[in-house]
């Protein structure tokens, strides 16, 4: 499910890359931006993606113009059909369409072949034999310039001859590669004639066996812009010593488009790791359930987890663009779901660890509903009815044999008002005569304090949630962590950045009571469990009628002293 689109408030400065793209439509230079959002179907989108892609499709929002989905599809050794339709979903689910806009790289390998061609002939390319070794060898370093290849200086001729049987198959792997002939020289590593073609003999998920030579990333990237007709190629930072590489390439052919690339900090976020290759390893390793752990940040673990799409928006327009490296606290991407489902969510109770509560002067067999607001700051979401009975469950840390001082919930010859129900006073407490654990506690409750409140005035210090015994629905629920003790996992880089796994990322509840209005609940339908924190459905594992519930954030403190107990 997804949901609309907000626009940026007025009042709001324009970041850099807005500021440029306004400039260049002040000046005629563009009658409208055209961006795009480039991934790679190498694995599933994350937190980071999603800030490029509220920056490229927002762009186009904005402008009414507009935004490319396309997929850099050139490495078919690690790419999956079923990675570009994950991708597909994460950006929809985001709220963003690309409408017709849907293009891969592979679209264009017959035209980036014909571009390397006229590379050659333009003395611009060559066919080289060295080995990767060799080639990173003769690359030299960032004190020391490169050497040349031997097969450098080899003729139009024969590059054309060597390139053409590499697209034949007639060379194995790693034998040859075309490389871009610039500057071995150039303080700029990236210019040091780089490869822009290689031999893989893997088949393509959507061309199949036509091809057995590929184009690298930075060749096929600024190309497929161009061809595009993209105004502004919008890239993270780790690309701008690349930015040389993709105008020489765009400048030396002479291509009629040429984009203007702007690079922009990327977004890092404590308690993760953001690389997808680390990622995998916690897939493939068992260390998490798939890329869709709702401990995971990616975009489907999110989404499974309970965030709101349009509290990931906010998210990435708050923390805006900048151009320097920042590390973000993972405190305010909480912070942002927490305020977007404070807004939205039903309030519901659900007791986790429950404890039962015998009422003795109840009327036995007797059973009430009891009216209960489903927000109570928004009485247009209305009410529902509540069961109640002589037996109910309460949260077993709500209950202290010897509470200290500021404890004010409940305790032996002690007051509390149950939310929305009554005022019950603890008479006695049953405990299980072998391990002397409390098993159930007894009380009696005041019929005239229905709704919460005495008619002769008397207060309460503390209110509790609870759920009738008779009408409880039993269901699990899982309650997740950060899945790193650690700010920064990758700090340390003598130590492998799963050392810093959190074994308490995930706690699983099966004996929990929830009332029976959760019972109904569809899978992705979230709710506030009052006292507790916000839950989700699980998307996954819910069935109708037999929900599955994961903790999608916690309360604040203040919250929960504020709406429920009424402490300040």
């Known amino acids: 499910m997804t949901d609309s689109i907000e626009h940026p408030p007025e009042a709001r400065p324009l970041d850099f890359i807005r500021q440029i793209i306004a400039e260049d439509l002040r000046t005629g230079k563009h009658l409208h931006p055209v961006t795009r959002f480039p991934p790679e179907p190498n694995g599933f989108l994350h937190i980071g993606h999603a800030k490029s892609i509220c920056l490229n499709f927002g762009i186009g929002v904005e402008n009414n113009s507009p935004c490319h989905m396309r997929f850099d599809d050139t490495n078919p050794s690690k790419e999956e059909s079923a990675y570009v339709e994950s991708i597909k979903k994460d950006v929809q689910w985001l709220g963003f369409d690309w409408g017709q806009n849907l293009f891969y790289a592979s679209d264009y390998f017959d035209r980036l072949y014909e571009y390397a061609i006229q590379l050659i002939k333009l003395g611009s390319a060559y066919v080289c034999e060295l080995s990767a070794e060799e080639i990173r060898a003769y690359r030299g370093t960032l004190t020391e310039p490169g050497k040349e290849s031997p097969y450098r200086d080899r003729s139009v001729e024969e590059n054309l001859d060597l390139f053409q049987r590499m697209k034949a198959g007639e060379f194995v792997e790693g034998s040859r590669v075309l490389r871009a ?130 509290a990931i928006r906010k998210f990435c327009a708050d923390i805006g663009i900048g151009k320097k490296e920042s590390w973000i606290d993972m405190s305010v991407l909480e912070g942002a779901v927490r305020d ?101 506690i007894h009380c009696t409750y005041d019929p005239e304090t229905r709704g919460g409140s005495a ?52 706690t699983l509840l099966d004996t929990c009571l929830l009332e029976p209005s959760l019972g109904k609940a569809q899978p ?34 203040s919250w929960i002293k504020t709406e429920i107990t009424g402490q300040k």
């Open 181 to 310: 002939k610039i500057d071995m020289s150039s303080p700029n590593l990236n210019m040091r004639d780089p490869v822009i073609y290689r031999i893989l003999k893997v088949a393509h998920h959507r061309t199949g066996d036509k091809w057995c030579i590929y184009p690298m990333y930075d060749y096929t990237h600024c190309l497929s812009d161009a061809i595009e007709g993209i105004t502004h190629s919008l890239c993270t930072l780790e690309f701008e010593d690349h930015r040389p590489l993709y105008d020489w390439c765009l400048d030396t052919l002479k291509t009629p488009c040429h984009p203007r690339q702007i690079e922009f900090a990327r977004l890092n976020l404590t308690y993760t790791v953001m690389s997808k290759r680390k990622i995998l390893q916690l897939v493939q390793g068992g260390y998490v359930e798939g890329w869709d752990d709702p401990r995971m940040l990616t975009i489907s673990g999110l989404r499974r987890r309970g965030y709101p799409a349009s």
């Open 340 to 440: 977007d489902l404070n807004e939205t969510a039903t309030r519901v109770m659900a007791v986790l660890n429950p404890l039962k509560v015998i009422i003795d002067n109840y009327p036995q067999g007797q059973n009430e509903e009891l009216e209960a607001q489903n927000h109570p700051q928004r009485p247009e979401m209305g009410s529902r009815k509540l069961p109640f009975s002589g037996e109910i469950y309460i949260e077993r840390d709500d209950f202290m044999e010897d509470p200290p001082k500021k404890f004010f919930r409940l305790g032996p010859g002690r007051e509390v008002r149950l939310r929305y129900g009554y005022f019950i006073r603890c008479v006695s407490v049953v405990k299980d005569e072998a391990s002397g654990e409390i098993t159930e």
């Open 455 to 506: 008619p002769d005035g008397r207060k309460v210090k503390g209110t509790i949630h609870w759920v009738s015994a008779a009408h409880a629905i039993s269901c699990p629920v899982r309650l997740y962590d950060r899945l790193f003790l650690t700010e920064n996992p990758d700090a340390d880089k003598g130590v492998d950045f799963k050392e810093h796994l959190n074994p308490n990322s995930l």
């Open 524 to 557: 992705g339908d979230y709710f506030q469990f009052e006292r507790q924190g916000y839950f989700c459905a699980d998307l996954i594992n819910s069935q109708p009628g037999a929900p599955v519930f994961n903790r999608t954030v916690t309360l604040k403190d």
